[in-house]
């Protein structure tokens, strides 16, 4: 299952362009703590991932959402990198000129 704050976690990180923190398991059960810029939400039904700049491996990062535990939006602040960023990652996406705000309704 997601962590309850991701969403709201993403959300804050995503729009006021602030990295975030968190605690990763990856498909073989190890552990990490990542630290990365997000750049994207993609949803892959029944999955979500965040795409995003690792930086610490200095490369773009795709992260299961229901991996992700213990967000925590930082002071850190970046410049959103290029759209190729996103499309390399994910090939269909397409780039936006608007940066959107996540409607959560409870």
């Known amino acids: 299952s997601i962590d309850?704050?991701?969403?709201?976690?993403?959300?804050?990180?995503?729009?006021?362009?602030?990295?975030?923190?968190?605690?990763?398991?990856?498909r073989h059960g190890r552990r990490?703590?990542?630290r990365v810029e997000?750049?994207?939400?993609?949803?892959?039904?029944?999955l979500w991932y965040i795409v995003a700049w690792d930086v610490d491996r200095n490369?773009?990062?795709?992260?299961?959402?229901?991996?992700i535990r213990r967000p925590v939006v930082t002071d850190q602040t970046?410049?959103?990198?290029?759209h190729e960023l996103v499309t390399g990652i994910c090939p269909d996406?397409?780039?936006?000129?608007v940066?959107?705000?996540l409607g959560?309704?409870?």
């Not at 997000?38 to 029944?46: E, I, Q, S």
């Not at 996406?93 to 000129?97: K, V």
């Open 4 to 26: 309850p704050t991701l969403v709201g976690s993403f959300e804050e990180a995503f729009t006021t362009d602030r990295a975030f923190t968190f605690s990763y398991v990856d």
């Open 32 to 34: 990490s703590q990542r």
């Open 38 to 46: 997000p750049h994207g939400l993609l949803v892959r039904p029944p």
């Open 59 to 67: 490369a773009p990062r795709l992260f299961r959402a229901d991996r």
């Open 78 to 82: 970046f410049h959103p990198r290029p």
């Open 93 to 97: 996406a397409q780039p936006s000129s």
């Open 99 to 101: 940066r959107f705000e």
């Open 104 to 106: 959560v309704s409870s």
